[in-house]
Nanobody, 123 residues
Framework: QVQLVESGGGLVQPGGSLRLSCATSGLSLDDYAIGWFRQAPGKEREGVSC????????YYEDSVKGRFTSSRDNAKNTVYLRMSDLKPEDTAVYYC????????????????WGQGTQVTVSS
């Protein structure tokens, strides 16, 4: 059974940093791309980043490029999203998801989802 569990969210001041973790089980990171998505209240779910099955990171939102870094630790079956210089507009529920072995900026193509972790950026 495939499971994804996010952790690491919280309340942070503008300019602060957080590292989100996505612990996976029931799958191999060598076989699946893991996407990071976020959804703010009243907004569409949007793709933030993706780690391919070969370990490369892609970033979809121009607003996060240079501030967010995704990576993975195969030994721990965990994917990370390091977020720095956080802004109020980064406030959202962040999800990790697994689909096939190819990254795609389309949340509908991902089959397995974590429960989400809330990130709130506020002073």
């Amino acid at each position: 059974q495939v499971q994804l569990v996010e952790s690491g969210g919280g309340l942070v001041q503008p300019g602060g940093s957080l590292r989100l973790s996505c612990a996976t089980s029931g799958l191999s990171l060598d076989d699946y791309a893991i996407g990071w998505f976020r959804q703010a209240p009243g907004k569409e779910r949007e793709g933030v980043s993706c780690v391919t099955a070969t370990g490369h990171s892609l970033y979809y939102e121009d607003s996060v490029k240079g501030r967010f870094t995704s990576s993975r630790d195969n030994a721990k079956n965990t994917v990370y999203l390091r977020m720095s210089d956080l802004k109020p507009e980064d406030t959202a529920v962040y999800y990790c998801a697994a689909g096939g072995n190819i990254c795609a900026n389309n949340w509908r193509l991902f089959t397995y989802w974590g429960q989400g972790t809330q990130v709130t950026v506020s002073s």
